[in-house]
């Protein structure tokens, strides 16, 4: 899998995950799949960003909420649940996924083809 993430510099370069399938502008909340546009509103485009930032890796729900809602706001398991059932919703168009390890995070799969 050939991933491109850039990061600023002197340049400062647009931070971007692209694999060639998922394209991913984290500071201009843009997300494309197989070049179709993705629109996600806020909070779940967050979410789906801080997965991408370390690709079928599980991220800890804490680490997860502090992303998307900060450290001022305490940490609300099922709000989260509620956020990662949309996404999963939304995302299983595209052939993505969304995997839970229970009382640790989720992970983002991509482009899981099918079930083995």
Do not use: Q
Not at 24 to 51: D, N, Q, W
Not at 97 to 102: A, F, K, N
Request: hydrophobic residues 35%; charged residues 25%.
């Amino acid at each position: 899998m050939a991933v491109s993430i850039s990061a600023g510099g002197a340049h400062a370069v647009e931070d971007v995950y692209d694999d060639g399938y998922l394209r991913l502008e984290h500071k201009s909340y843009y997300m494309a799949c197989g070049g179709e546009p993705v629109r996600l509103p806020r909070t779940e485009f967050l979410i789906v960003s801080r997965l991408t930032r370390t690709p079928e890796r599980i991220v800890s729900s804490a680490e997860l909420w502090r992303y998307a809602w900060g450290d001022d706001k305490p940490l609300n398991t099922e709000s989260l649940h509620v956020y990662i059932y949309r996404l999963r919703t939304k995302l299983a168009k595209y052939n993505l996924r969304i995997d839970t390890m229970v009382n640790v995070g989720y992970r983002l799969l991509l482009r899981a083809d099918s079930p083995t």
